[in-house]
């Protein structure tokens, strides 16, 4: 069961995160907690690591097609960098209640910026 659960979160993560733009973690670390019974700094240690061939993946195929602004993407990728030393001691610092509270209030968050976004959008067309 648990190969088929993570075969199956890879391949949805993969598709989400590559045809949306939205980063897999967003359906890593929630599937790990939720279905896998993960660990809240497990799940997303975890997600981070296997974020990567997705991406590059990705990344390699809009490319291809031209849908990558280099400049952007390194300049942003860089301060990323230093964002995710940061970020991962700061992580690292918090309880693992404390973090999946926060991580869920991102999440809630988000969703509600794009589903009000989505709505104006939709109206104004």
Known sequence: MTVVALIVIGFVAGTLATALGVGGGVVY????????SFAQHAAQGTSLAVILPAAVIGTAIHHQHGRVQWPTAITVGLFGIVGALAGSRLAL???????????????????????????????SA
Do not use: E, Q, Y
């Open 93 to 123: 610092s918090l309880d693992a209640a404390l973090l999946r509270r926060m991580f869920s209030i991102l999440l809630l968050l988000v969703a509600a910026r794009m589903f009000i976004r989505a709505l104006r959008r939709s109206t």
């Open 29 to 36: 670390v929630p599937a790990l907690v939720v279905l896998l």
